[in-house]
């Protein structure tokens, strides 16, 4: 195992260790392409979450917020063509009955399969000789619908047939009259949703990287068609912010211009944002689309109903739309491995996460120096309330000794500690009302007085 591996490999243990993520349904053996988010992890999410909304929503007169339900009617996925096209192709290992991703197999054997087609597929494998990883022979490619199919009411039929959303996005598109209607935008503007997504995934793995049941951040930006290429390059700029407020480094994101054969059916261009996952190297972080008009006249043919836009001169157009869409869990992912970190502190092995202040599950850890003395618990547990009403997410760490509770509030990311002791009661009166606080990043530690606390760690 190389280096980066086991760096992935570490990330991975310290999540489950310390309650980021969990196994879906662990208990019962795990359900693959599922996990689950402990309390540390739920933070991180949700702060993640809650900046973008703050960037690309709240922070911008050009956005409007959505949360559309996640069943839909089935039409809507007729339409938008995903019951009939949302595929991967397929290959099994005859014997065992295993399944590979075609694209992803070829990967791995070195061969760059995007927009091959099944016979290029099948080609390939008989010319090469490929068995499966058992060695087994296998079998001809064919396409899978990704689609997670349910059924609602009591009444067996088609009518209780229902999909899973694959995308968040075809949410929005419906809801594109309702918008407008209600809240009269200006073009050029965008409605965003945060929400779940499901695909029935032939292999999920990596972690978060590629699992049946994610979170998406999605933006639909409605322009006018002789505009979109330079609304494309301000979102492009956007998004460029986005990663950076993300603490990720310019030098683990590129972008990945997704060549003409290999894009999507209803896009007329696409670019990738690649970050260099550590063991698996460049992968899909977002995605930014041009959608052209496609996914509303789709709709608009289906439903029969107008998702025309009617300017103030009356004149009438379909919009066309510019679509950037971030996975939850791979920016999650992608914020730990760019935070991790070791080093030596006190001729110690440390390990922590350098998170940036603004995702981390606690901005502050509060401890008394000693937990067996009530005077300092007493005046820690005042600190604790006093900054857990102006901060929310603030960790109350008691136990052991001061030097573990700093490598337990490091290892989780917890920019700040503060600690009280006998100084902040008055024993060095020069020193009432004061505490320790210790950094994360540099193990410094300097006196703050409980005055100036709130605004020293803002
Ligand atoms: N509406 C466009 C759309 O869904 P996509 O490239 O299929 O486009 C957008 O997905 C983003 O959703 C990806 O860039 C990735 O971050 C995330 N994503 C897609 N499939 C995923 C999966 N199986 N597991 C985790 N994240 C996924």
């Known amino acids: 195992m190389n280096d980066q591996s086991e760096k992935m490999e570490k990330i991975v243990s310290l999540c489950k260790r310390r309650g980021f993520v969990f196994q879906g349904s662990d208990i019962y053996g795990g359900l693959k ?4 988010l402990g309390p540390l992890g739920v ?3 949700n702060n993640i979450k809650r900046e973008w909304w703050k960037m690309f929503v709240d922070g911008r007169e050009d956005m409007y917020g959505l949360d559309a339900a996640i069943l839909m009617n089935a039409k809507v996925w007729e339409a938008s063509g995903h019951v009939g096209g949302f595929v991967d192709p397929l290959i099994e290992d005859t014997v065992t009955g295993e399944r590979y991703r075609a694209d992803h197999f070829l990967k791995e054997h070195g061969i760059n399969a995007d927009g091959f087609s099944l016979e290029q597929i099948d080609t390939v494998i008989v010319e090469k000789e490929f ?3 058992k060695g087994n022979p296998l079998s001809k490619a ?3 619908n990704m689609m997670c199919e349910s059924r609602i009411g009591a009444v067996a039929g088609p009518e209780g047939q229902v999909y899973l959303r694959p995308e968040t996005a075809q949410g929005i598109f419906v809801n594109f009259k309702n918008v407008v209607d209600t809240m009269s935008p200006k073009l050029p503007f965008g409605i965003a949703q945060i929400g779940k997504a499901f695909r029935n995934e032939i292999a999920p793995r990596e972690f978060l990287f590629r699992v049946r049941e994610f979170e998406q951040m999605e933006i639909e930006y409605f322009v006018k068609e002789s505009e979109w290429k330079g609304e494309f390059e301000k979102l492009r700029q956007d998004i460029k912010a986005w990663h950076a407020h993300l603490g990720l480094s310019e030098e683990n994101l590129r972008e990945y ?3 003409e054969n290999d894009l999507a059916h209803y896009s007329k261009r696409t670019i990738d944002v690649e970050y260099n996952y550590p063991g698996k190297g460049f992968d899909e972080l977002a995605g930014f689309a041009y959608r052209t008009d496609h996914d509303l006249k789709a709709h608009m043919e289906a439903s029969g109903v107008s998702l025309e ?3 103030p001169d009356g004149s009438r157009f379909v919009p066309h739309v510019l679509e950037p869409s971030f996975g939850v869990g791979r920016a999650f992912t992608a914020v730990l491995c760019e935070a991790y970190q070791e080093d030596e502190m006190n001729g110690e092995v440390r390990t922590y996460l350098k998170l940036p202040a603004h995702l981390a599950p606690y901005r502050v850890a509060v401890s008394p120096l000693l937990k067996n003395k009530p005077e300092l618990v007493t005046k820690a ?4 309330v006093m900054l857990k009403k102006e901060f929310g997410n603030v960790a109350w760490d008691d136990n052991s000794n001061v030097g573990k509770r700093y490598r337990r509030q490091d290892e989780i990311g917890t920019p700040y500690c503060v600690t009280i002791d006998f100084d902040t009661l008055g024993e060095n009166p020069a020193l009432l ?13 300097e006196r703050v007085s409980l005055q100036q606390l709130v605004e020293f760690l803002q």
Do not use: C, H, M
């Open 309 to 311: 836009y009617i300017e």
């Open 131 to 133: 068995k499966s990883p």
């Open 257 to 259: 211009e997704v060549p």
């Open 43 to 45: 933070a991180l999410n």
């Open 33 to 36: 392409g599922t996990w689950d």
């Open 433 to 445: 009302d004061t505490v320790t606080v210790r950094q994360r990043d540099t193990g410094e530690q």
């Open 381 to 384: 547990r005042e600190v604790f």
């Open 142 to 144: 064919r396409t899978f």
